[in-house]
């Protein structure tokens, strides 16, 4: 694949491989990472749908727990592959290249402490947003997996008391809800983000609790304007 970039990843003193007009990480991803709350019981983390690999990446710089990462795309799984081996991590991260309905041909019935996902946003259905490249189709569009199936999978990999982390947009926030009660993932945590000072919130971040008892906090609604402002936003943290 030509037109191969070398970037910063933001500002955690790492670098990654991105096709400037295809594979770059987004604002959704440093997001989530930043949401995870990780502690020294943290032992593994599955990432789902990891595109080149920005959330592992990124979590490599808070925890030393071993990471597993698949992605689809093969073009877009050789980017986080040169990434990995470029920040010398192939000790913590290990990195798959299939759909994520076949995790268990990759990891068998390996359970995880953690597993987080920035998924394909919308349904095929939702002409509105249907993309005519086929590499950015499947990572926007639920077209080789939906949301409920990765609520089955990660209801399937996650030891008890597990959480579950996800990035998505704010107008399937009941479908989510739903879902977790479905799978066992209580939603335990909600925050929701603007990215523009006046607008509505559009993105919404969760964290579902394996097992999970009832009861629910919604985070404060949090402006994130561009990628200068976002990681100030979390100081305080959530």
Not at 27 to 37: G, I, P, Q, R, T
């Amino acid at each position: 694949m030509t037109d191969i970039v070398l970037n910063d990843l933001y500002d955690y003193g790492l670098k990654i491989y991105q096709h400037p007009k295809l594979f770059k990480f987004s604002l959704d991803s440093l997001l989530l990472a930043e949401f995870v709350k990780l502690n020294t019981k943290t032992k593994n983390i599955l990432d789902l749908c990891s595109g080149n690999a920005s959330i592992p990446l990124i979590l490599t710089t808070k925890t030393t727990a071993l990471i597993d990462g698949i992605e689809i795309q093969k073009t877009i799984y050789d980017l986080a592959i040169k990434s990995i081996k470029y920040n010398n991590l192939e000790k913590q991260i290990t990195f798959f290249n299939g759909n994520a309905l076949e995790i268990n041909s990759f990891v068998g019935n390996k359970k995880y402490d953690i597993i987080t996902c920035n998924p394909p946003f919308f349904k095929v259905s939702n002409k509105d947003y249907t993309n005519n490249l086929e590499d950015l189709a499947i990572a926007r569009h639920e077209i080789k997996i939906n949301l409920e199936d990765i609520f089955n999978i990660a209801s399937r990999h996650l030891n008890t008391r597990g959480e579950f982390y996800l990035v998505h947009r704010l107008e399937r926030l009941d479908e989510i809800i739903l879902l977790g009660d479905k799978y066992n993932l209580r939603v335990k945590n909600i925050e929701m983000i603007k990215t523009t000072k006046d607008n509505k919130p559009s993105i919404v971040l969760v964290r579902c609790l394996k097992n999970g008892a009832l009861g629910l906090k919604i985070n404060d609604v949090k402006n994130i304007e561009n990628l200068n402002t976002y990681q100030n936003i979390f100081k305080e943290g959530v």
